[in-house]
């Protein structure tokens, strides 16, 4: 097996929670589509965009020389990871808000990867992972906004005296 360099292995890091993002998306807007469809709707935007996110970072993989077997395996594992924090925190009897409210901290810790790899690549130089994290770090940055303003949205619509 290929040994990572730290950058490699930083870009496999955000291409396993671009997958874990389409998986944690989907199961949100499935618990949201009841109580809110737009909600739902801005959440099926982000999975487009979580899928495209692993497009172009399996195409970057792909041009390192040798190293795109170990860093799409290394992905599997951090997607296994991220998907498994996911139904630890999301339960059998999970609600819409607390879906969004995983989400605000899935996104939160997906742009700070993104950020980390940007810095990484700032002295590795490398053209390809400076283009990705250009396109991918604003979108991310407004997948947090997105997940933040939505889950506010929710808790506004909810009855704060109902019992749970
Ligand atoms: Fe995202």
Redesign the pocket.
């Known amino acids: 097996m290929a040994e990572l360099t730290k950058l490699e292995s930083k870009l496999a890091e955000v291409l396993g929670l671009a997958q874990a993002?389409q998986g944690a998306t989907d199961k949100i807007a499935k618990l949201v589509e009841e109580e809110d469809e737009q909600i739902a709707q801005t959440l099926r935007r982000?999975h487009e965009?979580?899928a495209e996110t692993e497009q172009r970072a399996t195409d970057v993989a792909g041009e390192l020389d040798g190293k795109k077997t170990a860093i799409l395996d290394k992905a599997r594992e951090t997607k296994g990871e991220a998907t498994e924090m996911m139904s630890t925190y999301l339960g059998d009897d999970a609600e819409g808000l607390d879906g969004l409210e995983f989400l605000i901290m899935a996104?939160a810790g997906?742009t700070g990867h993104w950020e980390i790899l940007g810095k990484l690549n700032e002295r590795a130089g490398q053209a390809d992972v400076r283009e990705l994290v250009d396109w991918a770090l604003p979108?991310?940055q407004r997948?947090f906004e997105q997940a933040r303003e939505c889950s506010l949205q929710l808790a506004g619509e909810e009855d704060p005296n109902e019992v749970e």
Do not use: G
């Open positions: 993002a982000m965009e979580a996104e997906e979108i991310q997948h």
